[in-house]
């Protein structure tokens, strides 16, 4: 028999998150669009632990998002200066204080992120030129990822708690917003990968993992492993033996 959920942070009751957490008002907007997957199956999501933390936002589900009304509402209003978070050649590093409030010519600043995968995140990009439209901001984090259960691809990627954390400590700085409990997020991470990493470790808890998660070093030390051995030792399939025939090696 399932678990009783809770259906505001998608955790069972038992261990709803709920009742401690504090909503923060904040003079930007934050919307989260989340893909799919994310939405319905993943059980250490960010996403919606860091709306739940900020009164103001909102949460919409989707992965093209042209034709979603409720976004495209947010992108119409004339009230409102939306901006994407995604880094960019063209993209304003919030960091450097390089987006300005003379810029807004008093509009409300609305931050929309993509809450999925690294590449669930570019199809919902490519699927929404409304979205590849929009003017970019980026940040330069304070410190590496503290998401020390999920694998980052590369140095400087963050998940969306820590990024919704790093774009308020910016706003802050350059007086574009306020940002009035700056520890609440990263405790949030850091409670719920504490919670994760336990059960892991407890061999009495059914359907949790086999074993201990490893340090990030372990990981990218056994991808990159895994990488050898797709390269060297797979079987290539039909389209990799036409590309590769009449070839001459060069190695």
Not at 4 to 24: D, G, I
Not at 128 to 154: C, D, E, G, N
Request: charged share 25%; hydrophobic share 35%.
């Amino acid at each position: 028999m399932s678990r009783e959920m809770c259906y505001r942070c998608h955790w069972p009751k038992a261990l709803c998150w709920c009742a401690s957490l504090q909503p923060m008002a904040t003079r930007t907007r934050f919307v989260f669009l989340m893909h799919p997957k994310e939405y319905r199956y993943e059980k250490a999501g960010t996403g919606r632990l860091t709306h739940l933390c900020l009164a103001g936002s909102e949460l919409q589900q989707g992965i093209a998002f042209d034709d979603h009304p409720a976004v495209q509402g947010i992108l119409r209003d004339p009230g409102n200066y939306p901006v994407l978070l995604y880094p960019g050649q063209e993209a304003r590093n919030l960091s450097r204080g390089e987006l300005r409030a003379d810029a807004l010519q008093g509009r409300r600043l609305v931050v929309l992120l993509l809450d999925g995968t690294w590449s669930g995140a570019r199809k919902m990009l490519r699927l929404s030129p409304s979205l590849q439209r929009l003017p970019r901001v980026m940040i330069t984090p304070t410190a590496p990822s503290r998401f020390v259960i999920k694998q980052q691809p590369q140095e400087g990627c963050l998940s969306t708690l820590e990024a919704t954390h790093e774009v308020l400590l910016a706003l802050a700085r350059s007086g574009l917003d306020e940002y009035p409990l700056p520890e609440q997020l990263p405790g949030v991470l850091q409670r719920m990968q504490d919670f994760q990493i336990r059960c892991a470790c407890d061999p009495t808890k059914e359907g949790y993992r086999r074993h201990p998660y490893g340090t990030p070093e372990e990981r990218a030390e056994a991808r990159g492993w895994s990488r050898v051995r797709r390269r060297y030792f797979r079987v290539p399939g039909k389209e990799e033996a036409d590309e590769t025939k009449g070839r001459a090696r060069v190695d």
